[in-house]
């Protein structure tokens, strides 16, 4: 009981609103769960959903990752490597990396028009993200102040990675090119901040000026365990990355005890 108490204690400690759940993947038993239905801004979690349903859709049209599309003016915006390159044209699978390993909002925006808004929600609500809706694209605040902003959930986000850890949303090649992309992650300001070990973990982060969020799996050798950590109401991101940290910490302890 004792990492229960100390995840309490925390919990309770942490000013800012948290949706949190952490699974067991051997036994499926939880060791918390917390506001797991409340509706939040996804920030840039949302880039997940977007991921497999790109994969999705390139599996049914016989795709190639390796097909080039040109990038399109409207979609060219700060916080992107793709625009820091002036890249006038990208990969799919570039595309797809960028947008998770960098959180690449100029690729997430092509993403979002290869798919469309439509066919997007359709496909969460297809594989059982009830929650979860893309309305606007990265960095579009006009919308985002119209009320139309991606919004997700707790247990979207455990549903999501569940079928993702089990292989079910896709055929086993394309499931594991989105495993490759969310392992190679290259932000571990969070779920990773306070693990001294060299821990695998395909995970994704989110971010605005009132949310911080970390949601993945985390691969050891005695178990494999969903974490999905989200916060909201933030006044302080470095601070709500820091109780991000704790909270997983606390996890990774619970998991190698044994």
């Not at 859709?57 to 700060?78: A, C, F, M």
Request: charged content about 20%; proline content about 1%; some cysteine.
């Amino acid at each position: 009981m004792m990492y229960q108490q100390q995840l309490a204690q925390l919990l309770d400690d942490i000013p800012y609103r948290v949706h949190v759940i952490i699974q067991d993947y051997r036994t499926n038993q939880l060791f918390i769960e917390k506001n797991k239905d409340a509706v939040f801004s996804s920030a840039s979690v949302i880039k997940v959903p977007i991921l497999m349903a790109v994969l999705h859709h390139l599996e049914k049209t016989n795709g190639q990752l390796s097909q080039k599309v040109p990038i399109t003016d409207t979609n060219i915006v700060d916080f992107s490597v793709l625009t820091e390159q002036q890249q006038k044209k990208a990969t799919l699978h570039e595309l797809l990396l960028w947008m998770i390993i960098t959180s690449d909002n100029t690729a997430t925006n092509m993403c979002i028009d290869l798919i469309g808004f439509e066919a997007l929600n359709d496909y969460f609500q297809h594989i059982g993200l009830k929650s979860t809706a893309v309305q606007r694209k990265m960095m579009d605040f006009e919308r985002q102040q119209q009320g139309l902003d991606n919004v997700t959930t707790a247990r979207d986000m455990q549903h999501l990675f569940q079928q993702i850890y089990a292989g079910t949303l896709l055929a086993r090649e394309w499931n594991e090119v989105a495993l490759n992309i969310l392992l190679r992650q290259r932000s571990h300001e969070s779920l990773k901040r306070y693990l001294v070990d060299d821990v695998k973990i395909a995970h994704k982060t989110g971010g605005l000026d009132t949310v911080d969020h970390d949601v993945g799996i985390v691969f050891t050798e005695q178990v494999d365990y969903f974490i999905g950590v989200f916060l909201t109401e933030v006044t302080d991101n470095d601070k709500a990355r820091q109780y991000i940290g704790q909270i997983s910490k606390i996890a990774y302890a619970y998991f190698q005890k044994g």
